[in-house]
């Protein structure tokens, strides 16, 4: 649709699902049992979020949802809570697959491309005599993303063990398959992922290549 004076505004049949979003994240707002669900949030109403995994989830002020987000969490151990927190103002793109086990967290202003997958434990496979899909999970570790990281288009962030930390303001290009940690302001990319260049607060700028050691 444009007007006379050639401005285009948005097509009207988007509207519907808009709404639809917005009744929906009224109604986890209100009926499911989150740990906590701040205000000014929207959750796509495509998005495959459980109301028995609402307990173990905390969702800050201002965190955006996009379309066919699947937000799992492992039934395991489930004492030590909260196992999945979306900082404040946390974006997470459409199709992005969040699973946690022991905990995951989103500090604030995270942004997430589509497709990114973000995973704390693996699947089980040790015993080769039964199906996969009937051995469980494995231990894993845990998860921290730092405040104001962008993760890049299909990235995976997954932890076997221990302890997975991005710092602050890292980046993590398209495709980039992170399996340890990474300090502040650190530019990632490849896979597995290698440490690219990161800015250099004393001097003010980026520095790469064997700068880097």
Request: some cysteine; charged content about 20%; aromatic content about 8%.
């Amino acid at each position: 649709m444009t007007s006379s004076a050639g401005q285009v505004f948005e097509d009207p049949l988007r509207f519907p699902a808009r709404i639809r979003s917005a009744l929906h994240t009224i109604w986890l707002r209100r009926t499911y049992p989150f740990a906590k669900f701040g205000d000014a949030c929207s959750i796509s109403h495509s998005c495959d979020i459980s109301r028995r995994h609402a307990p173990h989830i905390e969702i800050s002020n201002d965190v955006f949802m996009a379309s066919d987000v699947w937000i799992n969490i492992v039934e395991e151990n489930l004492e030590s809570s909260p196992k999945l927190i979306f900082g404040a103002g946390c974006k997470i793109g459409r199709r992005a697959t969040i699973s946690a086990r022991n905990q995951i967290k989103f500090e604030e202003d995270v942004l997430l491309a589509p497709s990114v997958l973000v995973m704390d434990h693996n699947h089980e496979y040790s015993d080769v005599s039964l199906p996969i899909h009937q051995q469980g999970v494995t231990e894993g570790g845990r998860i921290t993303i730092g405040k104001n990281s962008w993760l890049g288009n299909g990235a995976v962030i997954f932890c076997g063990k221990g302890e997975l930390v991005l710092g602050r303001n890292c980046v993590v290009g398209a495709n980039a398959v992170v399996t340890k940690s990474f300090p502040d302001y650190s530019v990632i990319a490849g896979n597995p992922a290698k440490l690219v260049k990161r800015f250099d607060l004393e001097r003010n700028e980026w520095v790469r290549g064997e700068s880097l050691a």
